[in-house]
């Protein structure tokens, strides 16, 4: 646990304090002097927080503005906790309490603490001297011990996410990948078949073998499940998650300047969905889940695929080439078309998959499509907002099909320059007959600047999104 976080009924000592209140009036229920409680009530009149330092310890006192919606007060609030992480890590302080007669208020807080305290500094010399100094939350209020247990067990999962992204290519190759996703599953509780290329040839998986070409390294497909013996839905849940854990662009290199830079970071998709396997799993919510990672870097070297090539898919459907760099769409066009092998009741795939998807929202939603049921997309994007990790719905017309037709194959990998999300999200529908959601997540899934409890790099974006969603599935 990246974090200790237990329940006690009180603050220990040498512990900052942090009391969430829902009226100033509640500010007499703390435990101060008189002259700072007059001060905290004073202060309140035209601030949402206000904190009073003592020699060994601060009291924060956060006050929820009624003038907001539900989502809000919670975002405010994981803002907030993200504030007085840095103040409490510049303090050089190890622990905090923190106090709320609400428990969604107490959950948000926490999570605004526990996120804004991660650091992905393994590799610097001086990591002892940069670890930030807090170690241990401790809770007051509303929070049933399997309230806690789901919340550590979803912060980790983000962590364990957070980290996946974050890792440079020279240390997390497709092989290495799927060590990884073996050492999550054995923490969190979910079983993991790594196929090798051998497999992945058997099997006549086109697409990730296309891509896998120009690579020195072999590709890999992992099976990734959870099942519950209580399990509610009959029929599994498959998410699907793009594994490309490193984009050149292919013989069509990435031209935009420094774009390529980034691109340690275009399997996020696999990473939100491992880390949502990791927090169902610790959660032991009771569903039988499936996930599927395609994965290989794309690289221009060696016998590398190349526009106007047609790929025989594992579908058997053919694709014409039109740019190696919409490689993302080629793994997981496989991945769902392997899907239909577990009749699903739902699948969800995730990707950071288009620049238009970033140019559409920036970094502040994913783009989401599909053909699930308008309930399906309605309960998403009410998951995001309880979050904060927005969706968009986009239109899915029959028009943009057309962006895709071959002269040559049946159907080509690139649309035209317009609505780019929406047409990538058209080519995997192809290789789809199930109740299906694709979110594009280019946008929030990897910022170059710090971001409240975001911080800077992997934000492990959709993971807290979707365990939200299943949580309440069916």
């Excluded at 929820?64 to 890590?89: F, M, P, W």
């Excluded at 880390?275 to 060696?302: C, F, K, Q, W, Y």
Aim: hydrophobic share 40%; with cysteine; proline share 4%.
């Amino acid at each position: 646990m990246p974090l200790s976080i237990t329940k006690k009924k009180s603050a220990p000592n040498g512990a900052d304090r942090i009391h969430i209140l829902s009226k100033i009036a509640q500010v007499n229920a703390i435990d101060l002097e008189m002259a700072e409680c007059k001060a905290a009530r004073s202060a309140l009149k035209d601030s949402d927080q206000f904190t009073l330092h003592h020699l060994d310890h601060a009291i924060h006192i956060v006050l929820v503005k009624s003038d907001k919606k539900g989502y809000q007060h919670l975002e405010t609030l994981r803002s907030k906790g993200a504030e007085i992480c840095a103040q409490i890590n510049s303090a050089k302080r190890s622990s905090v309490h923190v106090v709320s007669e609400n428990g969604a208020y107490l959950k948000a807080l926490v999570e605004g603490l526990v996120l804004a305290n991660y650091q992905f500094i393994k590799y610097r010399k001086d990591r002892k001297e940069k670890a930030h100094s807090l170690k241990r939350i401790s809770v007051e209020g509303p929070m049933t011990a399997g309230e806690l247990k789901k919340l550590k067990g979803l912060l980790e999962s983000v962590y364990d996410t957070r980290d996946l992204v974050n890792e440079p290519f020279s240390h997390l190759t497709a092989p290495q990948l799927g060590k990884e996703i073996k050492k999550i599953g054995r923490s969190a509780g979910f079983k993991v078949e790594v196929m090798g290329r051998k497999k992945i040839e058997a099997l006549k998986m086109g697409g990730l073998l296309a891509v896998n070409r120009g690579s020195l390294d072999d590709p890999t497909f992992s099976i990734l499940e959870w099942k519950n013996p209580k399990a509610k839905n009959d029929k599994p849940i498959v998410l699907v998650g793009k594994g490309v854990v490193y984009d050149t662009g292919g013989l069509s290199l990435k031209p935009t300047p420094n774009s390529m830079d980034l691109m340690k970071s275009d399997m996020a998709g696999a990473a939100m969905m491992i880390g949502t396997m990791a927090a169902i799993s610790r959660a032991e919510l009771p569903l039988h889940v499936i996930a599927l990672i395609p994965a290989t870097d794309n690289r221009p070297g060696g016998n590398a695929y190349a526009p106007g090539d047609v790929v025989t898919m594992y579908d058997g459907t053919t694709v014409e080439v039109w740019n190696t760099d919409a490689e993302g769409r080629m793994l997981l066009a496989d991945a769902l078309s392997y899907a239909k092998k577990y009749s699903p009741d739902l699948v969800i795939d995730a990707a950071t998959l288009t620049g238009a998807a970033i140019r559409a929202l920036g970094p502040y939603a994913s783009c989401v499509m599909g053909t699930a049921d308008d309930r399906t997309f309605d309960r998403l994007e009410k998951a995001g907002f309880r979050t904060y990790e927005r969706v968009v719905r986009m239109p899915f017309w029959k028009e943009y099909r057309k962006e895709l037709d071959s002269d040559i194959a049946d159907i080509k990998n690139l649309g035209g320059a317009n609505a780019g999300q929406i047409t990538a999200g058209k080519f995997l529908e192809h290789f789809t007959d199930y109740p299906w959601v694709h979110i594009d997540i280019a946008g929030p899934a990897f910022l170059t600047s710090k971001d409240s409890y975001r911080g800077k790099w992997g934000t492990g974006y959709g993971v807290r999104l979707l365990f939200e969603m299943l949580s309440q599935y069916p």
